[in-house]
Nanobody
């Protein structure tokens, strides 16, 4: 069982940066692949970025070059650094965990709101 809690969301202006964090507990964090998803009003939830237990990363095309996912296994935390934010990045951002290699994100946080104003 994994518990996830996001933090760090907020309101920023277009072009600014924000970092969201996700603290995991209840399992061996280092053996899980981690992902950041987002859901905007009226849209489906989409994968923004993911990082495997070994540190490999992948990103949605819409955020490549602007967002960076990282993890600190000693702190049981995964981060999403978001630079050059755009209004279309506005969404609730969710942290998710999957057993390594499974691509099955079975555990989810409650989400944190990120709002980018023009």
């Amino acid at each position: 069982q994994v518990q996830l809690k996001e933090s760090g969301g907020g309101l920023v202006q277009a072009g600014e940066s924000l970092r969201v964090s996700c603290l995991a507990s209840g399992s061996i964090f280092s053996t899980n692949d981690m992902g950041w998803y987002r859901q905007a009003p009226g849209k489906q939830r989409e994968l923004v970025a993911a990082i495997t237990s070994s540190g490999s990363t992948n990103y949605a095309d819409s955020v490549k070059g602007r967002f960076t996912i990282s993890r600190d296994n000693a702190k049981n935390t995964v981060y999403l650094q978001m630079n050059s934010l755009k209004p279309e990045d506005t969404a609730v951002y969710y942290c998710a965990a999957a057993p390594t290699g499974s691509q099955k994100y079975d555990y989810w946080g409650q989400g944190t709101q990120v709002t980018v104003s023009t």
